[in-house]
C-alpha cells in the first residue's frame, strides 16, 4: 500500500485511507486508459498523407455505453461513501470527555470543562494551542471562532472542521495512539495564519490522569497520615515534569502571538 | 423574422462601412465586434503578464520561505522589507503581503485574463463570424461592455498601491475575515477590489446580454440550431451563466461592501449576521463561474479537434447536450465547496450526489473527443497540440475532482494543495484552450500566420512545466499541506516536502519563462509573420470565407448555410473541407440534408 498519507491514528482514518486509494486506483486506471487511447490514436491516425479520415458522426452505442458506465461507477461511488461519512458526522460517540476550541487569530483557545463537567464554571481551565486527550478515547470537541472562519485540522487523525463565529459545532476525534499531533489552521484567517498552530498530546491513561489530578488536584484525604506522607513525596516530581513539558511549547506560543 | 432581421442588420453595417472612421473611432472607441475583440484579448494578455509575475514571487516565498525575493526591494515596506546589505537584490516579504499576492493572482487570473480572453475576446470575434452576421446585436452596447471593463482594471491594480495594500482575503474572501477591515483582509485594498468586480461584473452582463440576442436573432439564413459550431453553443451558454451568476455575485459583494463601510451585518455574527451566507452567496456564483471559465476551451477544442483530425466531431448532439447539462448541473453543486463549513451534513450528501452527477457529461465530452481522434487524418498544428494538451489536462483536473467530491475524503484533502493542484488544472488547464484558440484564429484576427516551430516549441515547453508545476501538487496536498500558508517549514510535519516546494516553484518558474516564447511569437507574428490566405487549416466553418482580417460587415453578401460545421472528409466531395456555405449540385444537396 502507498504511504502517502501522513499516519493515522484515528480509528476511522483507515476508512478514509481506504476510500482514498480505491479512488486512486479507479482514477489511475481511468486516467491510463483515456491516455493511452489517445496516445494510440494519434500515433495510428497521424497523418502521413496517404489516407482519409473516416467520414463518420458519432455511434449512438458506444455514447449509451459511456454514459451509462460512468454514471454507474460514479454514483455508486457516492453512495457507498454515504454510509462513512454518515458514520463521522451523525453518530458522534458517546463520551464524557469534552474539550471546547475556539479559534482566534492566532491561536487556538483550549477549554477544559474540569472535573464538574460542565463550562463556564469556577473550575474551568484555558489554555492556549495545547490539548491533552486519553488516547484510544472518543474526545466531543465544540468548535467556535472569536473572530473569522479559522479550520481545525487534525492530519493524524482525518479531522478537520471550520470555526465559524457566531457558532458552536460539534465534532469527535479519537487518537488510539499515544503521541503528539501538529493541528494547523487550515482555512485562511489573516497575516498570521501560517503558523499558526497547536498541538494534541494523546495521553496514555495513566499520564493522562496524572496530568488531571495536576490540573484539578484531588482533596486530600481527612485522615490516615501515612497517605498525606506518600503525597507529600510525590509533590517534588509533578512540577517538574509538568514544567519540562510545557516549557518547550511557551516560544512556540510566543512566536505565533508575536506573528 | 430572425432572418430578416439579420439582413436588415447586414445592410445597416454595410452602409457604416462606406464611412470612413478616424483613428479614435476604429481602434479605441470602435464598435466594430472584431477591434472589441482584439481590445479584450490583448488587455487579457498584459493582465496574463501580471497575474503571472504575481504567482512567481509567491512560489518563491513558499519554495524559500523568509528568504529575500529576487527583484523585490523596490517594492516598500510594509509589503517588502529590504535590508541594505542586500542592495538591489530582493526583500523580505511581510506575511499580508504574501497574502495579498496570492488574492490578486487569483483574482486577476480568473475574472481579468481567463473570462475576457475567452468570452470577451474570442466571444466578442467568433460569433458574428461563425453564425454569419456582420456585427454584434447591439454595437454600441458592445463596445461599452468593453470600456466598462477598463476601469475595473484600473482599479484592481490601484489596489496595490492605496494604504494597506491590495486586497488579502482569498479571491473567495470569505467572511468575517473580509466583512471587518479590523480581521487583516486589507482595508481600502478590499473596497477597491469590491468595487472592481461589480464594475466588472456591468460589463459582463452587457456582453451576455448582447451574446445572447445576437445568437438567438442573427443567424445566417439555413444556420439552424444543431449547425452552430460548438465553440458558438459553448459561448451562447457561457453568456446565459453569467447573465444568472453574476447578479449574485454582485449583490453579495454589495453586502459586502455595506458590512465593511455601513455598519451593516449581513456576514457579521455580532450584529446578528451569518458568515456562511457569504460563502452560499459566493459558490452559488463561483461554481457556475468555473464552467463559465471552461466551456468556451471545451467548444474552442471540440472545433480545432475536429478540423485537425479532418472528420467530423465524434456525436455533435451529445457534445451540446453535454455542455447545457453541465451548465445546468453547474447550478445545483455549490455546496461541495462547504462539506465542512458548519453546513448541515445531510446537505453535504446532497451535493456529494449532485457533484457526482456532474462528472457525467464530463466523461461523455472527454469520450466524445477520443471519439472525434478515432480514425482521423491528425495534423499537429500548433493549434492542435494545445487542444490535445487541454483534453488531457482536463481529464486529470476533472479526476481529481472525484476525490473531492467524496464527503470522507474530502475531511481531509479540503484546504490542502490537493484542491490548488485540482483547481489548476481545470482553470489554469484552460490556458492551454486560450493558446489554442489563439495559434487557431490569428490568422483570422489578424491576417498573418504565427510562426509554427516556435508555436511547437512553445506548447512542448508548455505543457511539460505546467505538468511539472501543479502535479506534484497533488502530492503535498496528499501529505496534508495546507493551502495560503507562506512558510510549510513552520509545521513539523510538512518539513520533509519541502523539496516538493522547491521543485514546483523551479517548475513554475519554467512555465513562466516559456510564455516569453509565446509573447516573442505574437508581437512579431502580429508585424511580421506571414501573410495569411482566408482559410489557411481548410476549415469548414463561415469565418474562414472571409477575408483575413475580415472587413467592417465581415461579409460581402449574407452568407446561406447548407450543412453543419463539420463536414470534414466528406465523400460529397473530392476534397477533404466541405464549408457550411459551399452549395453543392442538386444530387448532392439532396444527400447531404
Known sequence: ?259 | MSDAGAVEAQEAHAHDAHHELGFIRTYIFSTDHKMIGRQFLFSSVLMLVIGGLLAMMMRWELAWPETPVPFTSWISEPFMYAEPEHGLYGAYMDPAFYNSLFTMHATIMIFFVVMPFMVGGFGNFLIPLMIGAGDMAFPVLNMLSFWTAVPAIVLILCSFFVEGGAAGGGWTMYASLSADATYGAGAQGVNLWIISLLILGFSSLMGSINYITTVINMRAPGMTWFRMPLVIWSLFVTAILLLLALPVLTAALGMLLFDRTMGTSFFLPAGGGEPLLWQHLFWFFGHPEVYILVLPAMGVTSDILSAFSRKPIFGYHAMAFSMIALAFLSWIVWGHHMFLSGMNPVLGTAFMLTTMVIAIPSAIKTFNWLGTLWGGTIRFTSPMLFALGFVSNFVIGGLSGIYMAVTPVDIFIHDTYFIVAHFHYVVAGIIFGMFAALYYWFPKLFGRMMNEPLGKLHFALTYIFFNCAFFPMHFLGVAGHMRRIYNPLQYEFLVDLQWWNVFITMSAFCLGASQLIFLFNFVWSLFAGKKAEDNPWQANTLEWTAPSPPPHGNFETVPTVYRGPYEYSSPLVQEDWLPQDRRLGPEAAAASH
Open chain 1, 1 to 259: 500500500m502507498l504511504e502517502w498519507l501522513p499516519e493515522d491514528v484515528s480509528p476511522y482514518g483507515a476508512e478514509i485511507d481506504s476510500l482514498f486509494y480505491f479512488i486512486y486506483y479507479l482514477t489511475a486506471a481511468a486516467f491510463i486508459v483515456v491516455t493511452a487511447l489517445m496516445l494510440i490514436f494519434l500515433f495510428v491516425y497521424r497523418d502521413r498523407g496517404d489516407r482519409r479520415a473516416a467520414y463518420t458522426h458519432g455511434n449512438t452505442p458506444l455514447e449509451i455505453i459511456w454514459t451509462i458506465i460512468p454514471a454507474m461507477v460514479f454514483i455508486g461511488l457516492g453512495l457507498a461513501s454515504t454510509s462513512l461519512w454518515e458514520d463521522i458526522k451523525l453518530v458522534p460517540p458517546d463520551t464524557d470527555t469534552v474539550v471546547k476550541v475556539t479559534g482566534k487569530q492566532f491561536n487556538w483557545e483550549i477549554l477544559y470543562p474540569g472535573p464538574d463537567g460542565e463550562f463556564d464554571t469556577a473550575d474551568d481551565k484555558q489554555v492556549d494551542n495545547d490539548i491533552r486527550v486519553p488516547a484510544g478515547e472518543p474526545i466531543r470537541v465544540i468548535l467556535a471562532s472569536r473572530d473569522v472562519i479559522h479550520s481545525f485540522f487534525l492530519p493524524n487523525l482525518r479531522f478537520k472542521q471550520d470555526t465559524v463565529p457566531g457558532r458552536e459545532i460539534i465534532g469527535w476525534f479519537q487518537a488510539n495512539k499515544p503521541g503528539r499531533y501538529e493541528i494547523p489552521c487550515a482555512e485562511l484567517c489573516g497575516f498570521g495564519h501560517s503558523g499558526m498552530k497547536g498541538w494534541l498530546y494523546a495521553l496514555a491513561p495513566d499520564e493522562y490522569q496524572a496530568w488531571v489530578d495536576e490540573q484539578w488536584p484531588p482533596p486530600p484525604p481527612a485522615a490516615a497520615a501515612p497517605e498525606a506522607t506518600a503525597a507529600a513525596t510525590d509533590v517534588p516530581d509533578a512540577p517538574e515534569a509538568a514544567a519540562a513539558e510545557t516549557a518547550p511549547d511557551m516560544p512556540e506560543a510566543a512566536q505565533t502571538t508575536a506573528e
